[in-house]
């Protein structure tokens, strides 16, 4: 399958290039640390204890830190919401990209995943060195108090350690209830080990200021291996007994002697020795700034959510949707948007994204989303709303704004629609089916037959079935029998719209996106762009 370049660049060159920037950066970043802890003279003494341990360690901090501070960002809702309404961001890839935060909220999670498993591994070892190298010149630098001490003490003895061996349960925790069997099964679970995150930063604040790690600070007076001769080990060494104590061996030239050797060798001689300082912790650099935006936007919605909301009905459809509608004060929305739903009653923390499947107008305040009641969350919502009841139910929906710049939006106005709408048995186009109906008798009477084309396609049924209902047969007439032939649809899309960009909308299954999402990339003969885009509640 030949790829366009034109559609590629359309639909993932701003992507690529932003994940290009940011692996850039952690590549520069665990590279420059790296080398600072290697070679870096006000580290000689302590990388001299710990070897390569030190290194990986430093080095995979930098990389959590800066990771630990853009996997905040992606959850800014509000913030995003606002940018990809704004005149700010004119560029519609640019809006279509802040659509993938989500992704890149995994991608940084993954990271800090794999990068606190060398951070764990590295700073084992350290322990492991620290216990065994322990030096009786520099007392200061050693964390061990002597030397084989067991390195189980320095892990649950010390505040980075005992803080540290905290941050790997709560991230095991954060990560194994992330999977998508626990999201499916029970998104309660994943959603309330989620919060442990403020749990993991605390623990990251305390975690930096133990001071184990420590640099030399008096280089000028003390250059990293000197001979210190006012040392309690050399001084009251002459430095040619010094010499001959450390230089054993003949040299090139017949110089044996220690004198000879005096005379020729050049010698740093310090009459100081060094001085060692623990490392200014500079994490709360790096995650302050994103961490109070993350809490002043929870608190923002917080906030905002208080507004009263009026339940006006509540509707059950076939294939077990419910829909609800709604009147809020001041409450302004558009086609496409969504909004979010939070039910003390049935969960303190626990809110969903349910897109708008009818929007306030000027004359009509009301607004409604349909939802399937598929999980706990779901069924304990529609168990709150059906039956009578005397307790009064608060529900708290707040809304995330995307407001598109007008002006951006003009040349791409909607001149057709094609709407393909894939599911297992009958049932499930029934709740959806009078909105089609009204949508196709509308253009009918408009003239405007062809500007929706309408395909429903059944794709597991064990013979053929029709939608139930005289005002269903113009549906009845567009239903399909198996799965959309993708391709040749393309095609057919892209034969009746040469040389024009044709928007993609994928609201569906991971399996369908994918494949949409290669044809959108496709090159074609007849100069047709595909722009894909994928429902986002990011």
Not at 395 to 421: A, E, G
Not at 476 to 500: H, M, Q, T, V, Y
Not at 519 to 524: A, E, I, K, M, T
Request: with cysteine.
């Amino acid at each position: 399958m030949a790829v366009s370049w034109r559609s590629w660049l359309a639909n993932e060159g701003v992507k690529h290039l932003c994940l290009l920037i940011w692996l850039s950066l952690n590549v520069l970043l665990f590279w420059k640390t790296f080398l600072l802890y290697n070679q870096g003279p006000e580290y000689h003494y302590l990388h001299q204890m710990l070897g390569l341990g030190l290194c990986l360690s430093r080095a995979s901090a930098s990389v959590l830190n800066l990771n630990c501070s853009l996997i905040l960002l992606p959850m800014c809702r509000t913030l995003l919401a606002y940018l990809r309404g704004s005149q700010k961001v004119p560029s519609r890839r640019t809006r279509r990209l802040l659509d993938k935060s989500r992704t890149f909220h995994i991608t940084c999670g993954v990271t800090i995943c794999i990068f606190s498993g060398v951070h764990v591994a590295a700073h084992l070892i350290n322990a492991l060195n620290f216990s065994v190298n322990y030096s009786e010149e520099f007392v200061e630098l050693n964390a061990a108090r002597y030397q084989n001490e067991d390195p189980r003490k320095l892990l649950f003895t010390t505040v980075p350690g005992l803080t540290g061996v905290c941050m790997v349960l709560v991230l095991f925790l954060m990560i194994t209830a992330s999977t998508y069997a626990i999201r499916v099964s029970n998104y309660d679970i994943f959603w309330y080990t989620h919060n442990l995150f403020f749990v993991f930063y605390m623990l990251l604040m305390l975690h930096v200021s133990g001071g184990l790690l420590k640099y030399q600070t008096n280089l000028d007076t003390h250059p990293p291996g000197c001979i210190n001769l006012n040392g309690s080990r050399y001084q009251n060494i002459h430095l040619s007994e010094y010499l001959s104590e450390h230089f054993h061996e003949s040299f090139p030239g017949g110089i044996s002697k220690p004198d000879e050797l005096t005379r020729n060798t050049f010698a740093k001689i310090c009459m100081e020795e060094p001085k060692f300082q623990a490392n200014f912790p500079q994490t709360w650099l790096w995650i302050s700034g994103p961490l109070c935006l993350y809490c002043a936007e929870r608190l923002y919605r917080c906030i905002r959510s208080k507004k009263p909301v009026t339940i006006v009905s509540v509707i059950s459809h076939p294939s077990d949707v419910l829909e609800i509608r709604m009147v809020k004060e001041n409450f302004r929305a558009r086609p496409g948007q969504y909004i979010i739903l939070h039910c003390p009653s049935v969960s303190a923390l626990e809110n969903h994204p349910f897109t708008l499947t009818m929007c306030p107008t000027e004359t009509k305040a009301t607004f409604g989303v349909h939802l399937k009641i598929v999980g706990d969350w779901t069924e304990r919502f529609r168990d709150l709303l059906l039956p009578p009841s005397s307790q009064d139910s608060e529900i708290l929906p707040f809304f995330q704004s995307r407001n598109y710049p007008k002006d951006d939006w003009k040349p791409y106005k909607l001149r057709r629609l094609y709407f393909i709408w894939v599911c297992r048995d009958i049932q499930s186009f029934r709740w959806f089916a009078d909105l089609l109906c009204v949508l196709h008798n509308k253009f009918w009477q408009e003239n405007r037959p062809d500007y929706v084309n309408i395909q429903l396609y059944l794709s597991q049924t064990d013979g053929i079935q029709k939608i139930i209902g005289e005002k269903y047969q113009a549906l009845n007439s567009r239903l399909f029998i198996g799965r959309p032939r993708w391709k040749l649809l393309f095609d057919e899309i892209a034969k009746c719209n040469r040389g024009k960009t044709v928007g993609v909308f994928c609201c569906g299954p991971s399996s369908i996106s994918k494949t949409l999402h290669k044809l959108s990339n496709r090159s074609n003969s007849y100069g047709t762009r595909f722009e894909y885009n994928k429902e986002s509640f990011s």
